[in-house]
């Protein structure tokens, strides 16, 4: 039986609407019309609207959904049919519907808001609303969509409870000395932990006594053990499990008598195969030991290691025979081998006392923190989605007392629609169990969920695939759901469908597995046919240092314009970062596109001059932001006479500083006429300042400055946005909330157009689920991923638990649970990034391109570890390979034009804003008065900017390993110091050699012996460590660059100098700088010991840029 045929019945039965269904509808399958089939079917059967509900995620979903269910009611008036089968089924249910309509009197067509077609976040809010009580928020409380601010405030919050007496201070203080006494890192932790709160908040505070007793959190490890050992045991064939029982006993005799504490030996007594339960693990990872090398790989060959000596008579022949018939057949069934390296991994279902220490302690902060949140919320009057949710479920009460709202709900909603529902939360699902729990089989409410988990793709959004896995296997509460399957892709041609089918059949999963997000792959059948153009197009790129895929993406673009005018072009990337120098090369080649929600709003020049005059006016004192202001384009200061305003003052404010007659003589012909101006409008904003309104105050000096004249169309776009937030901002009060408003501007994106009649669209890959378009380009492949930090503690959801696991001390080793938590972590991102990769490629209908470097290694061409390349490799290697020659082998394109200089934009010097109406002009007085100089050493500041940056690498290196580490890598990084230098406040006058000269120190300290054994890990090691203690009745913090424990014993005291002597006499400058830092090493030693440190100390600074490790010696008398 074909797709069509089998999706045709398939549709046909979704539209019985006395039954509930969860529909798997993989990318092209037609789901939404699916979804406004079955809406009208049911419209034409309720008695009112309002008894159905439609939920979905996103507002534009949603305002969709509803469009074309109004459009099919529209067209259904027209009394002739249309001609497409499919549309003419639609056309049929919404006549149907229309009938009913004119027997209820709805008039929907007038009344569309009887249409409850919503987001999933409306919907809880429309409940919170209605409760304010019940639900916890007492009154009505405004969205916030970016709430990042207010859990950093509860962060400090938290935070604060260290200095208590309490239980909860005990407890942070415990998570404060885990994370080296970093207040940074406390603070982050937090807040990555609210970021993602929903995904433990709901089960921990519904069951939470079962999860503070470390039986019940030995449990639940137990449990999920057990899982993992019964797929392993049922994936076993029964004669193999009986050909290894005599084989573990030999095995286990051998290796016993040669050493009784081998992990082998447990193997002796082996008198049956042993269950799949947490007391037989330790048998069950023996078998894994004699089957695998310690690496997971089949082993080749059985050997005395395992028990298995060489051949001294008949039985260890024939053993050893036997045992090498299983290692031989083992490499063919991968299933097995996947599971039986899970095995390997697996931990004691025992939590150390350490462990359960810390552990208490997080399960005793977890609700301080809800707690404090929820009072943040309440003073701040805003709140975000994810406690609408939380606050909805509330409003409903439980399952064994509902609300009397949830009663009412029950009475009047009788269908519920679902869409994306491999999107939802564990939130959306436990509010989803609510809304249908007093559902009985005889009254007629259907549950009708659609999605495609092999399109799951916002795990950062709590989406958590495994709901969909469980509720398509056990229904969802007591509502069973049907199964149905769509298989037909409409959209893409039979080149594509066919790729996409053989490479994803490859690299996603072949089984489902909730616990790992792991989605097996559905094939799909092509409906339409195979296209002129080839379905899929591999363009390696040699070099990932020069911008070749930039110039070849463009070169692409502009073929395929040519040969195809009308079609519509898509640039889709994982990261907004990867088009850094594809969009340049656009706009170079006058290629207009429209970049949706890939600029950030504070990537535009005139925003972050915006930003940095509202810094001046708030903070005369913010010296950067007014060395911002005179830079910009309405002000103009070279950066000689910059210089020469601040040359020996680092203290006083630049507005100062401008009235010095005497620096003011100091400046330029040019530099005196700009200054003034400057002046001249901005004193009568200061002199305003803060009594006027600060909306009105800080957009009328932009205007008088000349902001208007220095941006184009579309940046005033951006600057009205800018504007309108600070007026929100006000609005509610929070004026100390501009000191951190380029917090506030984060998640704003820059007007997107650059013009009109757009073909090239761009945007990231989840921006783009759900459209399509006929050309598909993928660049940035080869790109690696950016790791996670990690978090103060890991959980997993397994069935209805949840189990949790602390971050390790820094600088030791993860425990067993913390490493096998954080496994299951790393393989839900695995199979999630190549999730993202299978809704990247059907998005196209007829061509789909992909763009990636690669790299030479000593096992051939291989792409980054960590790139999107690197999930493909598996199944495209050879044709990539294949690929990479044709292209060196061809003759190079056109050259790549060199970057023009950039050169500084500013007003001409006869500028003059446009005059103002009379009655609304001000007049402004200079008033230049005389200050006193004090020096200011611009070197010195260079020396610490390239200091602070090279602190930071360092750290950097030893934090994700020096093996990932070489000179090629530095060299890579030389934009991204120029970038940190920047961002340290640099001049621009010297970047160029401050960033060679951070370049050399990198590679200086990689290619150095010393540096080497500084940088490498060891088990007892810190970089950036902070020592807080108490001097008086004040605490004190010192930093220490690195301390690690070496091989014999010895604790080293680590302390990076990176300035370069320049002269000669080397040896009386080191001497020198010993003398000089000698007090300071010693001082760090002797926090040391108050820590209680009893191993010998050694103290040292490293110069990277004279590969100098200058050991601090006793001072001589």
């Not at 932790?189 to 503070?212: C, G, H, P, T």
């Not at 495994?466 to 298989?487: C, E, M, W, Y």
């Not at 060395?627 to 404010?653: F, K, M, V």
Request: charged letters at 30%; one cysteine or more; proline letters at 5%.
């Amino acid at each position: 039986m074909n797709a069509s045929v089998t999706d045709q019945q398939a549709r046909q039965e979704a539209l019985d609407i006395t039954a509930s269904y969860i529909v798997q509808a993989p990318a092209g399958s037609g789901k939404t019309e699916l979804l406004i089939q079955r809406t009208l079917k049911l419209l034409a059967h309720v008695q009112r609207p309002e008894q159905i509900l439609a939920m979905t995620f996103t507002r534009k979903a949603a305002g969709e959904m509803k469009k074309r269910v109004l459009e099919a009611l529209k067209r259904a008036r027209d009394g002739t049919p249309p001609d497409e089968p499919h549309e003419k089924v639609t056309w049929h249910l919404a006549r149907q519907a229309l009938a009913q309509d004119e027997r209820q009197g709805w008039r929907i067509r007038d009344n569309p808001q009887r249409l409850k077609i919503q987001t999933i976040d409306s919907f809880c809010a429309a409940l919170t609303k209605q409760t304010p009580l019940l639900s916890g928020m007492g009154s009505l409380l405004e969205i916030e969509e970016n709430p990042r601010n207010l859990y950093r405030e509860t962060a400090h919050q938290v935070l604060a409870l260290v200095e208590k007496d309490s239980d909860a201070g005990r407890a942070a203080r415990s998570i404060l000395k885990r994370l080296d006494n970093s207040k940074l890192r406390f603070l982050d932790r937090i807040v990555q932990l609210l970021n993602k709160r929903d995904q433990w908040m709901i089960s921990f505070f519904e069951n939470a006594e079962e999860y503070r007793s470390r039986e019940d959190q030995e449990r639940i490890l137990s449990e999920l053990v057990e899982s993992i050992l019964k797929e392993c045991h049922d994936a076993l064939p029964q004669s193999l499990k009986e050909a290894l029982i005599p084989l573990a006993r030999y095995s286990g005799e051998n290796t016993a008598a040669d050493n009784p504490d081998h992990e082998l030996a447990c193997l002796e007594k082996l008198d049956g195969f042993p269950s799949p339960t947490a007391n037989q693990l330790k048998s069950w990872k023996a078998l894994a030991v004699m089957l695998l090398t310690r690496e997971g790989e089949p082993r080749k060959k059985p050997n005395r290691s395992i028990g298995f000596p060489a051949d001294e008579n008949d039985k260890a022949r024939d053993m050893k025979d036997r045992m090498q018939e299983i290692l031989e057949q083992l490499p063919e069934q991968q299933t097995l081998l996947e599971l039986l390296k899970e095995v390997q991994q697996l931990p004691n279902p025992r939590l150390s006392d350490e462990e359960w220490e810390f552990l208490e302690n997080m399960l005793e902060i977890l609700p301080e923190i809800d707690k404090t949140l929820r009072r943040v919320f309440i003073e701040r009057g805003k709140i975000d989605f994810a406690e609408i949710a939380l606050s909805s479920k509330k409003a409903l009460g439980q399952e064994m007392a509902p609300s009397d709202l949830l009663l009412k709900l029950d009475q009047k909603l009788h269908h519920i629609l679902v869409d994306e529902f491999q999107d939802t939360s564990f939130k959306q699902i436990a509010l989803l169990q609510l809304l249908t729990e007093g559902w009985q089989p005889d009254q007629g409410n259907t549950l009708f969920l659609v999605g495609d988990p092999m399109q799951s793709i916002y795990r950062f959004r709590d989406a958590e695939v495994g709901l969909f896995v469980r509720a398509k296997n056990n229904g969802l509460g007591p509502i069973p759901l049907k199964k149905l399957q769509l298989l037909a892709n409409f959209r893409s041609q039979k080149r594509i469908v066919d790729w996409v089918n053989r490479c994803f059949a490859k690299i996603l999963p072949a089984m489902d597995d909730p616990d790992r997000g792991a989605i097996a792959y559905t094939e799909c059948s092509a409906v339409q046919a195979q296209g002129l153009e080839p379905g899929v197009t591999l363009n390696p790129i040699s070099d990932s240092k020069t911008d070749e895929e930039a110039r070849r993406v463009v070169e692409l673009i502009q073929k395929i314009r040519k040969s195809h005018p009308k079609d519509t072009i898509a640039l889709l990337v994982r990261a907004r970062t990867h088009l850094l120098q594809i969009v340049p090369h656009l706009q170079e080649a006058g290629i207009q596109f429209r970049a949706e929600e890939i600029d950030p709003l504070t990537s535009r020049p005139a925003i972050l001059d915006l930003l940095a005059l509202m810094r001046a006016l708030i903070s005369p004192m913010d010296r950067v932001s007014w060395l911002s202001i005179l830079r910009a384009p309405w002000c103009g200061l070279s950066l000689q006479d910059l210089h020469h305003l601040c040359r020996l003052d680092n203290h006083l404010p630049l507005w100062n500083l401008l009235h010095q007659a005497e620096r003011f003589d100091r400046l330029s012909g040019e530099g005196q006429q700009r200054a003034a101006r400057f002046i001249h409008i901005m004193k009568p904003v200061l002199d305003a300042f803060p009594a006027a309104n600060f909306r009105q105050l800080l957009e009328g000096c932009w205007i008088r400055l000349g902001g208007p004249a220095c941006v184009d169309s579309y940046t005033r776009k951006d600057i009205q946005v800018f504007f309108d937030k600070v007026s929100e901002v006000l609005d509610s009060g929070e004026f100390d909330s501009l000191h951190n408003f380029e917090g506030i501007l984060e998640n704003l994106f820059a007007n997107p157009s650059t013009g009109e009649g757009h073909s090239v669209q761009i945007m990231t890959i989840h921006k783009a689920k759900g459209l399509e378009f006929d050309f598909v380009l993928l660049p940035g492949l080869g790109k690696r991923s950016k790791a996670d930090d990690k978090p103060l503690i890991n959980w997993i959801t397994h069935g209805d638990n949840l189990l949790f696991a602390p971050i390790p001390p820094a600088g030791e080793k993860d425990s067993e649970v913390y490493k096998f938590l954080k496994r299951l972590d790393k393989d839900r991102t695995l199979y999630e990034t190549r999730r993202i990769l299978y809704v990247a490629a059907t998005r196209t209908k007829k061509q789909l391109h992909l763009f990636g470097h690669t790299q030479m290694t000593k096992d051939g061409i291989t792409p980054q570890a960590t790139s999107m390349l690197s999930h493909l490799w598996g199944f495209i290697a050879d044709d990539w390979q294949q690929a990479l020659a044709n292209t060196e082998a061809q003759p190079e394109g056109n050259p790549v034009p060199e970057v023009e200089a950039q050169y500084l934009k500013r007003l001409p010097l006869d500028f003059e804003t446009p005059k103002a109406p009379a009655d609304i002009e001000t007049e402004a007085a200079l008033d230049i008065s005389l200050e006193e100089e004090v020096p200011y050493d611009w070197a010195g500041n260079e020396a610490r900017c390239l200091g602070n940056v090279l602190h930071r690498s360092f750290e950097t290196i030893v934090r994700e390993g020096l093996d990932q580490w070489n000179a090629r890598r530095a060299d890579e990084m030389k934009p991204a110091l120029k970038a940190a230098l920047l961002a340290e406040g640099m001049s621009p006058l010297n970047l160029e050699d401050t960033a060679q000269k951070g370049l050399r120190a990198l590679k200086n300290i990689l290619g150095d012996e010393n540096g080497r054994k500084i940088l490498k890990r060891y088990e007892n090691e810190k970089a950036e460590y902070a020592l807080t203690f108490m001097e008086g009745r004040n605490f004190r913090n010192k930093i220490v660059d690195r301390t690690f424990v070496d091989g014999e014993g010895v604790r080293w005291i680590v302390d990076y100098k990176t300035g370069e002597h320049e002269g000669s006499n080397l040896k009386k400058f080191f001497d020198d700088e010993m003398d000089r830092h000698r007090d300071q090493l010693e001082s760090y030693e002797k926090l040391f010991r108050l820590q209680g440190e009893t191993r010998p100390i050694k103290k040292a600074l490293y110069y990277p840029l004279h590969q100098r490790l200058v050991e601090i010696t006793e001072k001589q008398v």
